[in-house]
């Protein structure tokens, strides 16, 4: 008697947390603090932790908004919420949540069969769409990655750092392809050259810029900026400036300022558009038109879960208000 009282309580303490787990209320007010943290993370710009330069931008802007609030803020993890133990943890409880109630909702649909009809698969759709959405978020969040400011000039093939992708450019700059599996937007197209240098003979004389211990016989510089090289045995330091006001691309003008030294003075200047073959005494400059463009390489494999999984979501939401707001006047037709 006593054993079997005991058993009975036992059920009905499991049968309760089961009722709390898989119940309206619970499933609220996680969906609740899910959106209030996702709002706060929309609203509050969140700290880069990868790059020291774009996290030291971020600070400046941040303590411009909001001042000496900033450090209060940071301490309190606001501008961290979705790296955050506690949101992690929310989102794992929401995704728990939406299991069992997919599980014990499925149950019921298959152990009454005959009496169900088919619009009682929307809360399916709406359990299992917000369970998708959650899935690919985890994915995003565990293996997307996201790289800025690549510089890749036409004809190249750039290697992404850190990855197994490339991006390239046409050797007319007129389009950027990559590697299966990722996506790239283009930041800004600008001028680039590739330069050589040749004495009296033709001998290919070494270049190099300042900030280079080595020499080379070619460089390709991208002039998203003023450039600047050296042909030591000429005793020669050459300028290339891009000029503003123009189309940025492959007919983009160019300024050329050519100094000789010491002392340093202006040998020679002039502005040139595409390639150019440029002579100072005995030396022959080649300059080879070669555009650049800055991009951002993206990969985010959670994408397609995350958005199969709203459809199936609001296509479970929608279909579940229509159901709710026309079952009385089913129900007197039945």
């Known amino acids: 008697m006593v054993q079997t009282s005991s058993a009975s309580r036992r059920r009905d303490l499991w049968r309760l947390i089961w009722q709390i787990v898989t119940g309206n209320g619970l499933l609220v007010i996680l969906l609740l603090a899910a959106a209030a943290?996702?709002?706060?993370?929309?609203?509050?710009?969140?700290?880069?932790?990868?790059?020291?330069?774009?996290?030291?931008?971020?600070?400046?802007?941040?303590?411009?908004?909001?001042?000496?609030?900033?450090?209060?803020?940071?301490?309190?993890?606001?501008f961290g919420i979705a790296r955050s133990f506690g949101f992690r943890a929310l989102l794992a409880l929401l995704a728990a949540t939406l299991l069992l109630r997919l599980v014990e909702r499925g149950?019921?649909?298959?152990?009454?069969?005959?009496?169900?009809?088919?619009?009682?698969?929307?809360?399916?759709?709406?359990?299992?769409?917000?369970?998708?959405?959650?899935?690919?978020?985890?994915?995003?969040?565990?293996?997307?990655?996201?790289?800025?400011?690549?510089?890749?000039?036409?004809?190249?093939?750039?290697?992404?750092?850190g990855t197994e992708s490339w991006i390239a450019l046409q050797e007319d700059a007129s389009r950027v392809t990559h590697s299966p599996g990722i996506v790239v937007s283009i930041e800004a197209l600008g001028p680039g050259v590739r330069v050589s240098a040749a004495d009296g003979a033709g001998n290919a004389l070494a270049i190099g810029q300042a900030a280079e211990a080595d020499l080379h016989t070619e460089l390709t510089l991208a002039l998203a900026?003023?450039?600047?090289?050296?042909?030591?045995?000429?005793?020669?330091?050459?300028?290339?400036?891009?000029?503003?006001?123009?189309?940025?691309?492959?007919?983009?003008?160019?300024?050329?300022?050519?100094?000789?030294?010491?002392?340093?003075?202006?040998?020679?200047?002039?502005?040139?558009?595409?390639?150019?073959?440029?002579?100072?005494?005995?030396?022959t400059l080649n300059l080879v038109s070669q555009p650049y463009a800055q991009v951002t390489a993206t990969f985010n494999p959670g994408m397609s879960p995350t958005g199969i999984?709203?459809?199936?979501?609001?296509?479970?939401?929608?279909?579940?208000?229509?159901?709710?707001?026309?079952?009385?006047?089913?129900?007197?037709?039945d």
Do not use: N
């Not at 802007?61 to 001042?67: K, N, S, W, Y």
């Not at 450039?227 to 691309?249: C, E, K, R, W, Y």
């Open 37 to 78: 943290g996702s709002l706060a993370t929309a609203w509050l710009p969140q700290a880069p932790t990868a790059d020291p330069q774009a996290y030291a931008r971020w600070f400046s802007e941040t303590q411009a908004r909001f001042g000496k609030a900033v450090q209060t803020m940071q301490a309190l993890g606001l």
């Open 107 to 161: 149950d019921r649909l298959l152990s009454g069969a005959a009496r169900w009809k088919w619009v009682e698969l929307f809360p399916l759709l709406a359990h299992g769409g917000g369970l998708l959405l959650l899935t690919g978020l985890l994915i995003t969040h565990l293996w997307s990655w996201r790289v800025e400011g690549l510089i890749v000039q036409s004809g190249e093939q750039l290697p992404v750092p």
């Open 225 to 283: 900026k003023d450039q600047h090289f050296a042909i030591p045995d000429a005793q020669l330091i050459v300028q290339l400036t891009p000029q503003s006001g123009h189309p940025a691309g492959a007919q983009t003008p160019v300024r050329v300022q050519v100094y000789r030294y010491p002392p340093v003075q202006l040998e020679t200047e002039t502005v040139v558009t595409g390639d150019a073959e440029l002579g100072i005494d005995d030396v």
């Open 309 to 333: 999984g709203i459809a199936l979501a609001i296509a479970g939401l929608v279909g579940s208000v229509v159901r709710s707001a026309h079952k009385p006047r089913t129900d007197e037709e």
